[in-house]
């Protein structure tokens, strides 16, 4: 295995050696980290069973056009800055180097956190299946474990061979939500109704709960930008993966839960979904389509966490290569692999990071009176909203950015695309994340505040303070790395 250190930013020797994405495979990193079988068999299903809320349908749609707006005048700044470290660079030439190393270290807080978190349902999906298909009791963080080792084999490999294989898991799992949706169609109990896509099905109490599960599922478009140093054209294909992939998501979304309204029945599908969870689809699947696509569906969701776990991997790895080639975290960090690009000391990074968190929580869930649920219920539940809540904040600070940026530089740019689609984003987005502070126990499945209500959310905040902190240390006693700070391979460290 060759390694390249990064000294003198040797690290990122070779750059055409690592262009190799295009369009297709950043929109389908993008999508992957989505999970399009995970968000509708778990997070459609847990949205409708927790708020009551009909118009679900709706709301992605709404959610979509929120995202759509912000990515504007992100995709218009991605023309311009082209780092692996995406909202880190973004925030540190937009607004302030300071506050740009306080968003690396949220973004890393972030990615980490929904990345780890679904190896809590994965273990947890293939320990159930395990149990029902073979007989085999296996504890989930041995499946855990074995799926860590997976996604790091990718993960220290060459890009695309992780674009082609998530590809080809995006594309089955698109395939048999289709076949979801045509059913549903075709069964409707109640007939084919428009109940779920009416504004009076959404705007009622309980909206502010269904948004905050909602922008979840969208959690992973704004990734793109993240690869922006491996694709073949950085100035086109981020700005296009990130609108393509708002576009798909929200109207999959939209359709396909829609589709479950009318293939279970508007009346019904409250009470179906908080009895059978997850297993609603496949319950339908098998009863309407036959076991055999009943037990694919089931696992093409093992697969689509997985393809969700490379993608946050990838992105994890790459924060870690981006500050760690400006040193503002050990460089060691921003070392690659010669022969394939990878960010192969980010990777390893987040790795152990993923192993030693699994393994905190399996001996803490090893006495619970809920030792089966206990990956679902702390590390999954907990983790990935608190991540989600993380990345909402970082776009409606990356939309002020945008603003900043283009002010600063006089870049050629619409009035749109620099001030009014970014003002409007950072309202919008702000507003989100007031929703999701607002119903945070909800999320937590919580019907009372505890701890786990101010430590998750201080999980997110206290790296902000600490990286702005660190910042202003490094302007003061670090001029050389202060002034490299977001400028990735144009910074005065790389070209020196």
């Known amino acids: 295995m060759s390694v390249q250190a990064p000294a003198n930013h040797q690290a990122d020797a070779g750059p055409q050696n690592r262009r190799r994405l295009g369009v297709p495979s950043v929109m389908f990193m993008i999508i992957a980290a989505s999970a399009p079988l995970t968000v509708l068999a778990g997070g459609v299903t847990t949205t409708f069973a927790v708020t009551g809320v ?4 709706l709301s992605y749609l709404l959610l979509g056009a929120v995202l759509a707006v912000f990515a504007v005048g992100y995709a218009a700044m991605s023309r311009y800055v082209t780092n692996a470290g995406a909202f880190y660079a973004y925030v540190a030439q937009g607004i302030s180097r300071p506050v740009g190393v306080g968003a690396s270290l949220v973004a890393l807080m972030a990615y980490n956190l929904m990345q780890v978190g679904i190896y809590g ?30 996604v790091a084999v990718l993960g220290v490999n060459r890009v695309d061979l992780s674009a082609k294989v998530l590809g080809l898991l995006v594309g089955l799992e698109f395939l048999v939500v289709i076949v979801y949706d045509i059913l549903s169609f075709a069964v409707a109990p109640e007939g084919v109704s428009f109940e779920a896509l009416s504004p009076a099905s959404l705007f009622v109490p309980g909206i502010g709960a269904v948004l905050s599960f909602g922008i979840a599922a969208f959690m992973g478009f704004e990734s793109a930008a993240i690869y922006g140093e491996e694709s073949k054209d950085p100035k086109r294909t981020v700005a296009r993966a990130t609108y393509a992939a708002v576009a798909i998501i929200a109207l999959f979304y939209a359709a396909s839960s829609w589709a479950m309204t009318v293939g279970t029945g508007p009346s019904a599908v409250v009470e179906t979904s908080t009895a059978e969870g997850p297993d609603l689809i496949f319950n339908f699947l098998g009863a309407h389509g036959g076991v055999l696509l009943s037990d694919l569906a089931q696992l093409l969701f093992v697969t689509s966490l997985f393809a969700a776990l490379v993608s946050f991997h990838n992105a994890v790895a790459r924060y870690f290569f981006s500050l760690g080639r400006e040193r503002v975290i050990p460089p060691v960090l921003a070392a690659v692999r010669r022969n394939s690009g990878a960010p192969f000391a980010g990777s390893l990074a987040q790795t152990a990071i993923a192993v030693v968190v699994t393994i905190g929580f399996a001996i803490a869930g ?8 206990y990956p679902v219920l702390t590390l999954f539940t ?5 991540g989600a809540m993380g990345l909402v904040l970082l776009m409606a600070v990356v939309s002020l950015s945008v603003i900043g940026f283009f002010r600063r530089r006089g870049h050629a740019a619409s009035l749109w ?12 987005l702000g507003a989100v994340f007031v929703l999701i502070v607002a119903n945070f126990n909800v999320l937590l499945g919580q019907t009372e505040s505890s701890a786990a209500t101010f430590v998750l959310p201080a999980l997110i905040v206290v790296p902000g303070v600490a990286g702005v902190l660190w910042g202003l240390w490094l302007r003061r006693s670090r001029p050389e790395i202060y002034r490299a700070i977001g400028h990735g391979e144009e910074g005065p460290l790389h070209l020196q």
């Open 382 to 386: 907990w983790l990935t909203n608190t």
């Open 417 to 428: 695309a620099r001030a009014i689609a970014p003002a409007l984003g950072f309202a919008l």
């Open 54 to 57: 009909t118009g679900v349908p």
């Open 366 to 373: 090893s006495g619970s009176d809920l030792a089966e649920l």
């Open 121 to 150: 349902l994965f273990g947890f999906t293939v320990s159930s299946l395990l149990i029902a298909r073979l007989g085999v009791n296996v504890p989930w963080w041995i499946p855990v474990l074995v799926c860590i080792a997976a």
